[in-house]
C-alpha cells in the first residue's frame, strides 16, 4: 500500500516538471521573438492592398562588391571585380526594394565586416525619393543627396551595386538610376 501514494507522488512531480519545461519554453521563445533585431532588407514590391504584418520579416539582398573576385558564379564587372549578394533582414513591408535600397545606402564602411566585400558606395551619402515600377517592369529609382566615386573602377561598382539590387525583385526587368534630378550613367562618365 505504500507504493501507490510515492508512485503518485513521482507522476505528480514528474507532470510539474513537465509543465514547468513547457512554461520555460515558451518564455524564452517569446523573449527570443521580441529581441531578433529587424534589420532592412526581396521579392518584389508588393501591391498596395497586401497584408503586412509586424513583428514579421523577410530577408532581401544587397550587393557588394568582390574586387578581382574568382566566383565562377558571378559575372565580372568593371576592373575585374564581381558584385556578390549579402542577405539582410528587413521588417516585412509592402515596399521591399525600397527597404533594400535603404539598407544599401545605409552602409558606409569602405568594407562589409570581416567578409572582405568592398562597398563602393561608402563615401556617399543617397536617400531615396522615389521608387517606381511600371507594367513592363521599368525600375525608376530617384536618389537625392551626394554621389562619390573613388574613380573608373568604383564607376561601374557603384552602378552595378545599385542596379543589382533593384533586379533580384520578380517585377524589375530594366533600372533607371537618377540622383539629384541626373541620369547616373551621365553623372559617372563625365557628361
Request: charged share 20%; proline share 4%; hydrophobic share 35%.
Amino acid at each position: 500500500m505504500k507504493k501507490r501514494p510515492i508512485i503518485f507522488i513521482v507522476v505528480i512531480l514528474f507532470v510539474c516538471i513537465i509543465i514547468a519545461a513547457v512554461s520555460w519554453y515558451s518564455i524564452l521563445q517569446t523573449k527570443n521573438r521580441n529581441t531578433t533585431a529587424s534589420i532592412p532588407v526581396g521579392r518584389s514590391e508588393l501591391p498596395s492592398n497586401a497584408p503586412s504584418t509586424d513583428n514579421a520579416s523577410e530577408t532581401v539582398k544587397i550587393y557588394l562588391i568582390a574586387i578581382e573576385g574568382n566566383d565562377t558564379q558571378s559575372e565580372k564587372i568593371g576592373c575585374n571585380d564581381q558584385v556578390i549578394a549579402v542577405d539582410r533582414k528587413i521588417p516585412s513591408t509592402k515596399t521591399p526594394l525600397t527597404q533594400a535600397l535603404q539598407e544599401l545606402f545605409s552602409l558606409h564602411d569602405q568594407y562589409y565586416g570581416q567578409s572582405g566585400l568592398y562597398n563602393a558606395l561608402y563615401q556617399s551619402h543617397l536617400s531615396i525619393s522615389s521608387v517606381s515600377i511600371d507594367t513592363q517592369g521599368k525600375a525608376t529609382i530617384r536618389l537625392r543627396g551626394q554621389l562619390q566615386s573613388g574613380g573608373v573602377c568604383d564607376d561601374p561598382r557603384i552602378k552595378a551595386q545599385i542596379t543589382k539590387t533593384a533586379l533580384q525583385f520578380s517585377t524589375v526587368r530594366i533600372v533607371e538610376i537618377f540622383i539629384n534630378g541626373e541620369n547616373l550613367d551621365e553623372l559617372l562618365s563625365g557628361k
